[in-house]
């Protein structure tokens, strides 16, 4: 009993570690004082002025947009890489494989720089354009990693049974691969989408002129000092993650019904 | 299936956009412009093993090592419970974990220098019920703090996923047997658990001797590491001859660590992150 | 979910994204302006886009070398750019920046004649002028009580971790250098060396190397004494009362900014009439009182408050400027100060 109530302790403490810093964050996003300090009446001030600040408006824009192409493009690739990885030799594959985790484990910083210096180098200005490409870069690898393993369960000979059955190797791949695969896919490019919103570092070193995403955006907030409008934002942000995740978590558990009243 | 040219797409995209700017980093690192001229040299990497730079490699090992034990120290129990069997909702739970992932890091860490102002929150609350103030932020504790906070859930993950999967049999076999809960804790499921270990200590070292956002930002541009040192060579002092051998020397520290690891991971396939 | 109607969505989205962000609104010019933080009363720029149409990316930096370094990388693509004195001499003489026709700026003749044709543009082909100051500490007066006179006073270990000196390379090493009564140009690398430990002896004692955060910092009342910028100090006697700025008596940095057009530019016309706009009368007197750095521009002080005329922070005696030194291009020597500047930061 003591035991029990001791591991709900620890939990409550981990949890309230974890969350008392988000939790005062959108509390004092209501507060009229600029002063963490003190509190001084309830206000909706700094969201109102969030949303009339047009570079913040902007920098949700390039980060959208950032995040949707990459995202894409990136699944896109990445579902074709994984497939012909997949139809590999040992060694390719092994080699191929390297490079693929080389931009997952090498350190974000390392990325941002070698990509920075090889746009300057050719002379790519840096801005929307630089910053989507590396985006692209680090996010292929995610959704590799993601669609590999649902073809490592694929049965082969499906793919070859609807060949001899008068398929073309498309409609064959429509219809027999794809469906197998598609959760994979979804996964990655999910993944990819939210490594590209939640993305620093990389982004930091390869955009300029005027593109900046959220992060870079308050990153310079921060440094300039408190800002209630961060406040604001970080609440705005924390419920429409959170809002997200009750979605995403009722599907799931929809979906596991759906799969045990089948069965 | 002959499909291997759908992803030669993708490998040229890779030769272009990961394996040409690491060349590049390599032959910046390599080379020294003097007066116009650039020539080979080993100038930068001589450089980095002056004492100075040194010191700032091992305070960021140190560091990070630092945040990787107190991770560990705390993840590790946390892991435990969520992953024991009478822990109802255990979904629900861990949701509410990852949840403050999701939030922007930097956020994260904003909150943070909220908290440890001299006239912060922490300090008005401790003066409220007359303890003495805490002198936090911009020091190498605020640092820690701010690793431990963003990398937690890096660690626990990966334990707990590992400790789910651990066949309670056996456990109770060892039970059966006559051992006590000490024994099996340090026989049986610390052992079993070793893979979600060592992938969490990658997971949280890795970040954390790399970054330059948390030291910045909570450190106050005091404690510089070696993440801060390459970003002040790319973006203040323009040295990217020194910048691109210190990226050298930090990649080849954390690949090697990644290897080395990787020995005691085996087949392990890696923690649900997300 | 159809694979083909998929790659079409993807396929369109792409290429509708690549041509709204390639050109743009093809026959509207934007304006990239690259500024100090917190340097510009930003419904200035609306009025700007207002009145000529001219769309306004504005953005901002930190410090003279930051901005340096991202225009001579070659990444951007700035049409007017506000840098230092010692930094337009750099970029004149690297030939990073555009000649100015100043028959397009008519509203330079508002300038005080004593801020044309400083040493930075002798001949004023390449610079107009923006903003002027000074360097000084700024001290909290509930939290020092002596006189505060000199730089000794941020190497004084009773005002441990209360001091927050300015993440800037040039600013912090020139703090050092007078403190010893060394010019803030020096070549001699002996002297250098000395600055250098000095500001290693001081590191214990600061709290912080800060930027733009030093305001709500002082004004919070988070630390007793910092480094600041003369204008920056204006605006922070004007939210705090408490706080004081004085100029030490060992002589100090006399700054100059002034508005360039680096040779990035793509729309040099449009920059021009930018940069007249600024000086023109009503906009400058504006711009000056939101910011509260002292101008140059002579029609804009006239209309100024006499409060803020007579405050010795904003416009201070001819006594305090002449015991002032400008930063000087440094050359090849700035290797030195860079080394040097990395070695304190990284002690």
Redesign the interface.
Known sequence: MVK?FL?KF??FL??L??????I??II?SFNNSK????WDGLTLKWYIQLFQDP?ILKTIYYTL?VA??SS??AT???T?????????TRFRKTV?MN??Y??V???????G?????????V????????LL??H??FN?PYV?LSVLPKLKQLN?HL??AALDLGAT?FYAF?KVI?PEI?PGVITGAL?AF?LS??D??ISF?TT???VSN??IY???M?????NPE?NA??TL??VS??L??IVV?RRMSRDKMKGENRA | MKIKWVSYPYLVWMMIFVVVPLLLVIYFSLTITDGGVTKFSLANYEKFFEPIYIKVLLRSIYLALISTVFCLALGYPLAMILASKEMSRKNFLILLFVLPMWMNFLLRTYAWMTLLERKGLINTFLSYINLPPLEILYTNEAVVLGMIYNFLPFMVLPIYSVLRKIDPYVIEAAEDLGANSLTVFLKVIFPLSLPGVVSGITMVFMPAVSTFVISRLLGGGQFTLIGNLIEQQFLTVGDWNFGSALSIVMMILILFSMAAMARYEKDYEGGGLW | MKLSKWLFISVLLFSLVLTGAGCGNSSQVTLNVYNWGDYIDESVITDFEKETGIKVNYETFTTNEDMYIKIKSGGSSYDVAIPSDYMIERMIKEDMLCKIDMNNIPNINYIDPNFRNLDYDPDESYSVPYMWGTVGILYNKTMVEEPVNSWNILWDPKYQKQILMLNSQRDSIGVALKKLGYSINTRDIKELEAAKEALIEQKPLVLAYVEDDVKDKMIAGEAALAVVWSGDAVYMKWENPDLEYVVPDEGSNLWFDAMVIPKTSTHQKEAEMFINFMCRPDIALRNTEYIGYSTPHMEAKKNLSAEILNDATAYPPQEVIDKCEIFKDLGSYLKEYDRIWTEVKAQ
Do not use: C
């Open positions: 029990n591991k620890y939990i981990v949890f570690f974890l969350y008392a810093p988000i005062v964050l004092f002063s963490r300090g003190h570079q947009a949707v192409l894409l493009v896109i690739f990445g074709a890489a994984a497939l012909g990885i997949d139809s590999m191929v490079i693929t080389l931009p484990l090498n350190p974000d910083i390392v990325t720089v070698s990509l920075m210096l090889l746009f300057v180098f002379n790519i200005k840096l801005g929307f354009i630089s490409l590396a692209i870069t292929i590799i082969k793919y070859e190797p429509k794809l598609i993944l939210t919103v939640d620093f570092v070193f300029g002129s005027g959220l992060s308050i990153y310079s921060a440094r300039r000092g408190i961060i934002l970080s942000m924390f993650v959170l997200l995740l978590d």
